[in-house]
């Protein structure tokens, strides 16, 4: 898995599309927490499947992980709140049915 970097907006704004890196084939990790967003483009002619792994239980009952479906040519953004924080690793699990013409990254907004 790649570890994606975070960047933070600025209060002035950024331009976001040109930050976008190739999803990883095995999966990427990114920073959770309040204000932070993964923003996932699907230049493919399908659908992708993006996958955040959720490692919280409720009464000894795991909790599903959030799967989002990313139509062809569309451009979603997917809160990481603390909920997919992996308490191993600190970070957030994601993974993709495919990455072909798929690009990702991990923002945060200043609070």
Request: a neutral charge; proline letters at 5%.
């Amino acid at each position: 898995m790649a570890a994606l970097a975070t960047t933070v907006v600025p209060l002035t704004g950024v331009r976001f599309d040109d930050k976008l890196v190739a999803a990883a084939g095995g999966g990427d990790t990114a920073q959770t927490g309040a204000g932070i967003f993964l923003a996932v483009k699907n230049a493919d002619s399908g659908s992708h499947t993006v996958t955040i792994a959720t490692p919280e239980t409720v009464d000894g009952l795991a909790v599903a992980d959030r799967t989002m479906a990313v139509a062809a040519g569309q451009t979603f953004v997917i809160p990481l709140t603390d909920r997919y924080r992996n308490p191993s690793t600190g970070r957030a699990a994601i993974t993709y049915d495919g990455v072909t013409s798929v690009t990702v990254g991990v923002f945060r907004v200043p609070a």
